[in-house]
């Protein structure tokens, strides 16, 4: 019995090291800014302070930020957030798309499954900021900075490695069988399509496409390299101006910071077996 | 290159030629509808016909000058170009608020579109401009003006030369501005752009601390503060005397330029070349790591924070003193940011004993300019004028910003200032400290290498309190000429 | 694997068709870099100066013989070394208790992604203001504590420094090793627990000798899959040090950024990143030929 206790606490140690930083985050943009300078940090809201969220929702009101005016950059959340909408979803339909073509032929048709296989796993690892400098000058040159097909394509193209391998394992576990049947029953080719293959490739479907989401949401590297105008800024470039230039005010970041963090979170929260599927694919198998 | 002109060509060819010309020109005329003849005269209240004045300067480095000007009684009739239908001018969502009011009186005045074009860091203004006026491209009419840039527009000729402007409004620059301020904004005898507001630290200092401890007025120089830290903090008033913004950042670079200044140093010598290796730059910079490490009346933290989050424990009620720019006279009054709202008030910024400096600051001037390549010049400077001829526009600086603005007449004339100062107690501080302010380099040509070296070298003696000073200011006075070397000024 | 009668229907054109789009990308975006970064490495490219003069291998020895370039090795190993030794015990640790039944188990699951799942900004300015050094949560936690020098330097420190970034990075990525120790402890059949009970084998013998052994395959997978991970490292040092005080937390990655985007130096930053393209190749390969 003393074991279920001790696992007790420590899985609600667990539970508080993983959530109250969430809770920080959401209080710290309710607070008033001299709260926040406060010695111990004040653990619950005393006064709600709802400026700052009626300036991003209304563009009206008066912040009092730490330094007059800075708060005027709230209203450029609603650009950012387009931005990036447009761009996660761009990149889920791109990979979803092309992702599904070639790693339906690699599963069912074997095209040069090994190669591509290792081909496609050595494209995941080598994708970091070493490649976004050639990429950089290459696009540079093509005049294709600042553009919204440079980033949407080359994020896209950066995970769809990631979604190839996923895909192909998914493929790979819808049993032939059912295939072969339904031919012999006498289904063509697309009603096959929709009505066995669609239904079975799912989860596997849904899984890249909740991963490629989260990771396109949260990409810093391609818009912060690939892009220099402020209409084409994402939420995490955004925040990331925030934090950089304008004096460290933690309530602005923080309200910008807790809606950004959470469409992903919730999509993890409510589509979580999905998602465990999609990561831990091809770890056991392989 | 000279043509060669075809012979023989046949009388036909040249009547249809005329024909067509004629053609033109009628239908060209139909259109462009003639240009008026306007006679402006400008009157802006306070501006003096008669015009003799001196001017002295207290900026180290500079001596007492007399300046003649030429009365310029009548404004020189001029011949406006066709309006616009609009005008670009450079913001960010900050500097917006204040020039929307400005917009909207223009637009309503001349009936052009002011459009705004925006920018997220001040660092995007400088390239965005070099790289538009890079490729001879016309895309901006007002340009937003940092002092840092001040010799690398010069020298490429990004700005167009304000002289002329004033000249045909009739109206001298020094009596309009605060004469620091166009001073400021002058290089080599052309005024090269306008300051729109007063940005410059003072000092600010909780003054229910400084009565505990039984003082009854700030200090006035540096040593005298950090003896009152001493007190306050063994009496337990404080946690500390200020927090100091020396975080690597411009920031940084700006309080050595007020420290060297206010122990009696300067950038360059008579010759020119950099030399603040001297003693007061060993003084100044040993006095700033003194601070933290020797005197220790500001937090080790201060390596880490920057100009705005310095503010933050004056406002929390943990230190008792911060020099801070004037921007945060707004938000120290607010009680929704500063938990010490009622009890700070504003100083001049203290000088140093050692160096007999009765106050000293250092300049954090924005403006803006007439972009050289611009089609629309002219009706780009009325823009500039359009703060100077509305100053009840002007003023409302002080409502959005917590800065004074820039106009002189707002300082002097009690129709401005006695509201003003009934209602922002610190303006008179604000405008008085600009006569005790000294300037970063702004005027050499490679100001961005030079301070990305000055912030590593400065920040690098002030993290580790074994650094030899003398060694590290050789050392960047060495590279700052290295560099002026290679820029071959 | 029989191959389906569906091929039967399409033949190598449609299977190359199939396959060409998202080749084309990940060629284009991916291959193509290399290359490109390959060859420019050999001239003296600059964005300002846009003609390419060979050059060999000039640019190869100034980047393998800097001393900023040989320290960043070091930095990035440190960081791989303490992040790993951190959390691959918690993520077993964590993987193993939640392997057992008990209420409320999926719930907890669902919640321990979150973290995982917030981008990596928000992450990233969360830890900032933990760590802030006025008014941060952790030194307000020594407050409370009541630690006298409550005021500590974090991110500011030149000793904690890298220590702090490893701490913010873990917080997001220990659920990563949770899920996946959690998988390859679940594909581990009761029976073998079971038979060893039988045989008199207590908690501690069991998970040397059955639960280490079996979780081996995915113990690996994870341990490259988090090597190229700490390589990589970017966005956080970006956010948070900007290359740490000093130099403290410059890794490869993000020393390659700054010469390339803050010091202009074109050709240096793309030799570097070129360095780390091939060793995170190398490594690569290793892990398919461990996979296969």
């Known amino acids: 019995m003393s074991k279920k206790i001790f696992i007790y606490i420590f899985l609600i140690l667990y539970l508080l090291w993983v959530l109250v930083p969430y809770y920080f985050l959401i209080i710290i943009s309710l607070m008033t800014h001299s709260d926040l300078i406060s010695m111990p940090p004040k653990l619950f809201i005393t006064n709600i302070y709802l400026n700052r969220y009626i300036k991003l929702f209304t563009g009206q009101g008066e912040v009092h930020s730490l330094v007059p005016g800075i708060e005027n950059v709230l209203p450029g959340f609603w650009n950012a957030l387009g931005n990036s909408l447009i761009f996660s979803f761009s990149s889920v339909i791109i990979n979803i798309l092309f992702g599904s073509t070639i790693s339906y032929s690699i599963a069912r048709l074997h095209f040069m499954e090994k190669r591509l296989l290792s081909l496609v796993l050595l494209g995941q690892i080598v994708i970091s900021i070493g490649l976004m400098i050639p990429l950089y000058i290459m696009l540079s040159n093509l005049k294709l900075i600042n553009t919204w097909i440079g980033i949407i394509l080359t994020n896209s193209s950066h995970l769809l490695p990631f979604t190839i391998w996923v895909l192909t394992n998914f493929f790979k576990e819808i049993p032939v069988e059912i295939e072969e049947a339904a031919i012999i029953d006498g289904c063509d080719k697309i009603r096959m399509l929709y009505t066995i293959i669609l239904p079975l490739s799912g989860p596997g479907l849904i899984a890249v496409g909740i991963s490629v989401f989260i990771y396109s949401w949260g990409n810093l590297m391609i818009p912060l390299i690939l892009t220099s105008k402020k209409e084409l800024t994402t939420l995490p470039l955004f925040i990331a101006n925030l934090t950089g230039h304008y004096a460290k005010d933690f309530g602005l970041m923080a309200t910008v910071g807790s809606l950004t963090a959470l469409p992903p979170i919730l999509l993890a929260f409510f589509l979580q077996k999905y998602m465990v599927k999609g990561l831990t694919a091809g770890a056991i198998k392989g | 290159m000279s043509e060669v002109k075809p012979k023989g060509i046949s009388a036909s060819l040249v009547v249809i030629a005329v024909i067509i010309a004629l053609i033109i020109g009628v239908v060209a005329g139909y259109f462009v509808k003639p240009v008026e003849l306007i006679k402006e005269t400008v009157t802006v209240p306070g501006i003096e016909k008669t015009v003799t004045t001196t001017i002295e300067k207290t900026v180290a480095g500079t001596i007492e000058k007399t300046v003649t000007l030429t009365p310029t009684a009548i404004a020189i009739p001029f011949t406006p170009p066709p309006k616009p239908e609009k005008i670009v001018v450079q913001a960010n969502e900050w500097n917006q608020m204040w020039m929307k009011y400005l917009a909207e009186s223009f637009e309503k005045e001349y009936g052009i579109k002011v459009e705004f074009w925006s920018y997220v860091h001040v660092e995007d203004l400088h390239t965005k401009t070099l790289a538009a006026y890079a490729a001879k491209s016309s895309e901006f009419d007002v340009i937003g003006m940092d002092e840092q840039w001040r010799g690398e527009y010069f020298k490429l000729g990004v700005l167009e030369p304000l002289n002329k402007y004033f000249e045909m409004e009739g109206i001298d620059p020094y009596k309009v501005y605060e004469p620091f301020l166009v001073d400021a904004s002058t290089y080599k005898g052309q005024q090269l752009y306008v300051l729109t507001r007063i940005v410059l630290p003072f000092l600010f200092y909780n003054e229910k601390m400084l009565k505990e401890a039984g003082y009854t007025s700030p200090p006035t120089t540096w040593e005298e503060l950090v003896d009152m830290s001493k007190v306050m903090m063994n009496k337990g008033i404080c946690k500390y005397g200020t927090a100091l913004p020396f975080a690597k950042a411009e920031g940084l670079v700006c309080q050595f330029t007020m420290f060297l200044h206010a122990f009696g140093g300067r950038w360059f010598n008579e010759k020119g070349e950099w030399a603040f290796n001297d003693d007061a730059g060993i003084k100044a910079l040993t006095f700033m790591r003194d601070m933290i490490y020797t005197y220790k009346i500001a937090p080790t933290a201060s390596v880490e924070l920057n100009d705005r989050q310095v503010f933050d424990p004056l406002g929390a009620g943990d230190s008792a003193f911060s020099v801070n720019w004037n921007v945060f006279s707004k938000t120290a009054t607010d009680p929704t940011v500063s938990k010490e709202a009622e009890n700070i008030k504003v100083a001049l910024a203290p000088g140093t004993k050692a160096a007999g400096v009765k106050s000293m600051s250092v300049t954090g001037f924005f403006g803006w300019g007439i972009y050289s390549l611009s089609k629309n010049k002219y009706w780009a400077w009325k823009f500039l004028l359009h703060q100077i001829m509305h100053p009840e526009i002007s003023i409302k600086h002080y409502d959005i910003y917590g800065v004074p603005d820039s106009l002189k007449i707002t300082h002097t004339d009690p129709f401005y200032k006695d509201p003003i100062e009934k209602k922002y107690y610190w303006a008179p501080y604000a405008v008085e400290q600009v006569r005790y302010a000294a300037s970063r380099p702004g005027t050499i040509t490679y100001y961005g290498e030079w301070t990305t070296m000055m912030q590593e070298e400065l920040h690098k003696v002030l993290l580790d309190p074994t650094v030899d000073i003398k060694s590290a200011l050789d050392r960047m006075v060495e590279l700052s000429r290295e560099m002026a070397r290679r820029a071959g000024s | ?292």
């Open chain 3, 1 to 292: 694997m029989k191959l389906s009668p569906f091929s039967f229907f399409l033949n190598k054109k449609t299977e190359i068709l199939f396959s060409f789009p998202a080749l084309i990308l990940i060629f284009f975006f991916i291959f193509i870099p290399i290359s490109w970064g390959l060859y420019i490495s050999f001239t003296d490219y600059s964005l300002l100066n846009p003609s390419f003069h060979f050059i060999g291998l000039k640019n190869y020895m100034e980047v393998l013989t800097s001393y900023n370039f040989l320290k960043s090795i070091l930095t990035t190993f440190e960081f791989m070394v303490i992040s790993m030794l951190i959390e691959f015990p918690i993520g077993l640790g964590i993987a193993l208790l939640l392997n057992e039944e008990f209420k409320g188990k999926k719930i907890t699951v669902a919640l321990s992604l979150i973290p995982w799942s917030i981008p990596m900004v928000v992450n990233s300015l969360l830890w900032l203001w933990i760590y802030d050094p006025q008014y941060g949560l952790l030194n307000g936690i020594l407050y409370w504590l009541g630690i006298k020098e409550y005021n500590k330097l974090w991110l500011g420190n030149p000793q904690i420094a890298m220590f702090a970034l490893i701490i913010a990075d873990s917080w997001q990525v220990i659920p990563f090793h949770v899920l996946f120790f959690l998988a390859g402890l679940q594909s581990i059949p009761k029976t073998y627990y079971e038979a060893s009970a039988i045989d008199g084998a207590n908690s501690l013998k069991r998970f040397f000798y059955i639960t280490l052994p079996l979780l081996k395959r995915v113990f690996l997978i994870l341990l490259l899959i988090r090597t190229v991970h700490c390589i990589k490292v970017f966005d956080m040092i970006y956010l948070m040090t900007n290359g740490g005080p000093g130099d403290r937390t410059t890794t490869m990655a993000f020393l390659a950024y700054l010469e390339t985007f803050d010091h202009l130096k074109m050709s240096i930053g793309n030799t570097e990143a070129i360095i780390m393209s091939f060793i995170l190749i190398i490594l690569g390969t290793i892990y398919i030929m461990t996979l296969y």
